[in-house]
Nanobody
């Protein structure tokens, strides 16, 4: 599956953004999908994941209650709604796809990656 992330931009602290990740291929609904992010000078980290049906989600503690992951299998798209953004949310955000049904939080579990979209949160 090929992934294309979009929706990044610059927002003030406390603001909101919605990221989208469009997938190609007819098997999108079979994949567990996730968002990761990489801040300048830091390693890439897990943000959120969602099962193929959308019935279960998982979040990093740092974004729980502020970010929401969702998917529309009819549109082959996964979303990340980010509210109450903080300056430490500045990062390149990547979407990723996995054949595994578990919502893994580590990179190697995901076989396909989008190109990333930059989010900048100003204080």
């Amino acid at each position: 599956v090929q992934l294309q992330a979009s929706g990044g931009g610059t927002v003030q602290a406390g603001g909101s953004l919605r990221l989208s990740c469009a997938a190609s291929g007819r098997t999108f609904s079979s994949y567990t999908m996730a968002w990761f992010r990489q801040a300048p000078g830091k390693e890439r980290e897990f943000v959120a994941a969602i099962t193929w049906s959308g019935g279960s989600t998982r979040y990093a503690e740092s974004v729980k209650g502020r970010f929401t992951i969702s998917r529309d299998n009819a549109k082959n798209t996964v979303y990340l709604q980010m509210n109450s953004l903080k300056p430490d949310g500045t990062a390149v955000y990547y979407c990723a796809a996995s054949y595994r049904p578990t919502m893994a939080i580590i990179d190697p579990e995901y076989a396909s990656w989008g190109q990333g979209t930059l989010v900048t949160v100003s204080s």
